[in-house]
């Protein structure tokens, strides 16, 4: 952020002397966003979080205590953005508090309660609400930062709406250097938010002028190796294949690989027409093209990520395959000719992918990921995080390697050069990349582009999403006032604004924040494809990578996987010995970079931080007479907890339950299994028996209930009605468990919300959490050893035991004694040999 050492200072209430450099724009942007729920559109580097603490620092400022609140959607941004807040603003260090799921639960409350400034990652404030261990009443002004995240389920739409319905005066600034591809996304962001003015500056506008750099970009384009085009070919052969069969099935007319996503969801739509029809074609096609999106996936990481990727890919693939309850198209993609072939030869390659090379052409480096607990995969706590960057800053480096987590709002002003590993699809992402240089002086990106790939797909999307953008903000000030009177149409809107547009006075002006970009055209590559290309997206569903490296200086961007490959890895650039060998993978990108493909990396729920019961003491909107639900916090990845918190004269109350999903009173708990759950325990793909569940609600509560969500019970898995009708007949005649039927989440949440209210008011029952998940017998203990060989389930399990006698005796057991024991079959004789047998290659 710039200081004002050598020119005009602000002079205002609660900002530090000399802290901030006087900009014009910013004071004008602060001046504005004092008077409503403002959008604020400032091209990077030009200080959008100073016109947040502009408008902080007024709102705080007087005799009244209140608190301002500041989200962030990653740890490091949340750090960067406190230490800028402690030396800008005229108040105690202790008083800016950091506030993200590294922190214990108890000790959030505490800090909350002793705040005046929040900046914290949404996830955790969310969840917090949902405990109930937080209240917005005194939160005077609310900052969403890279607010173009407001869309879908992510968690910045729930927290703007408890704090319009909940703060006493409140005021939302959102900040964006993207705000939206469109008119239409930027409204939804603006709806989901309560915004209702709009405001924006551009590059172009007199005042900002001065403090922007040029940004070159230049497009690096790479051949694949002969070996890698011959892997991608036979897995093209059989796309082509399946893609025959269904057109067969009369739901498509191509059978070429590039297949965009667009025919594709087409395919889908069709598919679903027959099977809402019960014609078996539907469901026929849907496991090929299910088998299309896989090997779709499996071709983007031969392309465009590395060979070792793809090797890490299909080991999931077969894994899978070998699973008790394997989708047929599991088992039939890598039981294939051409794919078992294409794999013996990925499992042949030796070298790294040219990207790599060409990315490794520069100096010594250090990685820099998020916080990850994807299997193989070693995340970065937020003091490892803070060091590194220190340390980048400080120069001791010249490469930061990084995921994306460092793709958005991190500020290094020195950065000079940012290379990325792949080009992405979408333009917010692309401008969000491009301005971590170009900050204080001029810059350069340098995009590496593996030549007929899909690379080259998303880099003509991007430059069309990222010129229609640049025309969408130059024009959004032309229509500000459409939008604005739009968002005021809305109902949601003008319930969020039930009380009367904040005002204030709103002196001086403002500064921080670094410089900022123009980019210009982008600076298209030559001979890159063509308009065609623009149809290739992302495989959806399937998670196709579609990219996520990031910023660093002088650096290649590499990739981190949700499940722990993808690439060869961020430690392949730093100083590896070109074998490939990594310990963290490469990220299987998808979608547009939303919540969807980031939180694995950098979200931070707070969920996973050692919660063990204790709610905190901070009054709850409900009251002493509210009615109380205490939630499991594993259940947070449902809706059902966050429709509660909503609802008028309920309390929800998070703890890790060790017995049950739901306490609604001493005597009732609520076991929740979505329809997908319950088949799973009955295929033995479910980590914990529901049974063994069932059997410690029953010893705990006098009254279990099992709430079964979701249709289609019996047609969904290919597991017999009477397997089914005898698992709900064993909980309700076994043990003694209520079982309720519920078609999806809502209707989930009103059951919970009547059986509380019936028995905390009409029976004046207390709420009360107690129980122990029970211990296994020696028989189930043995179960569960052999259930886990082979992953051949309870059933077949038990099976094995009852005619070899021990756990001992099952894996030692040939193959032909193995088939003596009823339901087990050459196949899964042979699947519990290899696993027994096989030498350990860890």
Known sequence: MARADDGESIDRPLVVDCALEHREYQRQLAEAALTDHTLVCLPTGLGKTAVSLLVTAERLAGD??????????????????????????????????????????????????????????????????????????????????????????????????????????????????????????????????????????????????????????????????????????????????????????????????????????????????????????????MSYLAEVRKLRTAVTYAETQSVESLRRYFERQKQAARASGASKADQRMVSDPKVREAVRKAEAYDDLHPKFRRAREHFETRKFVGQSDTEGSDGMTQTRQQETLEAFRDGEFEVLVSTSVAEEGLDVPEVDLVLFYEPVPTAIRAIQRKGRTGRQTEGAVTVLLAEDTRDEAYFWKARRDQKRMREELRSLKSVADRIEAAMHEQSGIDAFAAADPPTGPSRDGEPAGGTGETTGDDGVPPETGGEDATDLQPSGSDGAPTSSGPARETAAGATESD?????????????????????????????????????????????????????????????????????????????????????????????????????????????????????????????????????????????????????????????????????????????GASVLRTTDADETAALIEAIATREQEESDRTVSVHGEKSSKTLAEQQEYVVASVAEVGPVTAQSLLAELGSVEAVVTADADELQTAEGVGEVTAQRIREVVGSDYDG
């Open 64 to 285: 009244v205590v209140n608190k301002s609140l500041l989200l962030a959607p990653t740890k490091p941004l949340v750090t960067q953005h406190a230490e800028f807040y402690r030396a800008a603003l005229d108040i105690a260090d202790d008083e800016v508090v950091v506030y993200t799921g590294e922190t214990r639960p108890d000790d959030r409350a505490d800090l909350w309660t002793g705040a005046r400034v929040v900046v914290a990652t949404p996830e955790v404030v969310e969840n917090d609400l949902v405990g109930s261990r937080v209240d917005l009443t005194d939160v005077v002004h609310c900052t969403f930062d890279e607010c173009h995240r407001a869309t879908g389920d992510y968690a910045y739409n729930y927290i703007a709406e408890r704090y319009h319905d909940e703060a006493r005066d409140p005021l939302v600034t959102g900040m964006s250097a993207s705000p939206g591809d469109d008119e239409e996304a930027i409204l939804t962001v603006c709806s989901n938010l309560g915004l209702r003015q709009v405001e924006v500056m551009t590059d172009e506008d007199a005042d900002v002028a001065e403090y922007t750099h040029r940004t070159d970009v230049q497009w690096e384009r790479v051949e694949l190796p002969e070996s890698v085009v011959e892997i991608r070919d036979a897995l093209n052969e059989v796309i082509r294949e399946r893609l025959t069969e269904l057109k067969e099935l009369g739901v498509t007319s191509t059978t070429r690989p590039d297949v965009s996503e667009r025919e594709i969801q087409k395919i889908q739509g069709k598919l679903r027409e027959l099977m809402d029809s019960d014609q078996s074609e539907g469901y026929e096609g």
């Open 563 to 735: 499940d722990g490959d993808g690439q060869a890895g961020l430690d392949a650039f730093a100083g590896g010995d070109g074998s490939g060998e990594t310990g963290e993978g490469g990220k299987a990108p998808g979608g547009d970079g939303g919540a969807a493909d980031s939180e694995a990396i950098d979200g931070d729920s707070g969920a996973t931080d050692g919660e063990d019961g204790e709610s905190g003491t901070v009054p709850t909107p409900g009251g002493d007479d509210a009615v109380e639900v205490v939630v499991d916090q594993r259940e947070l990845d449902a809706p059902i907890a966050k429709d509660l918190s909503r609802r008028d004269g309920l309390e929800t109350r998070l703890e890790t339950l060790a017995v049950g999903d739901y306490v609604l009173s001493d005597r009732v708990v609520v076991e929740r299994k979505t329809v997908a759950d319950f088949l799973d325990t009955l295929t033995g793909d479910d980590e914990r028996s529901l049974f063994e569940q069932a059997k410690d609600a029953t010893r705990y509560y006098a009254r279990p209930v099992v709430v079964l969500e979701g249709a289609d019970l019996y047609e969904q898995r290919n597991v017999h009605p009477n397997a089914i009708q005898g698992a709900l007949a064993s909980l309700t005649v076994d043990f």
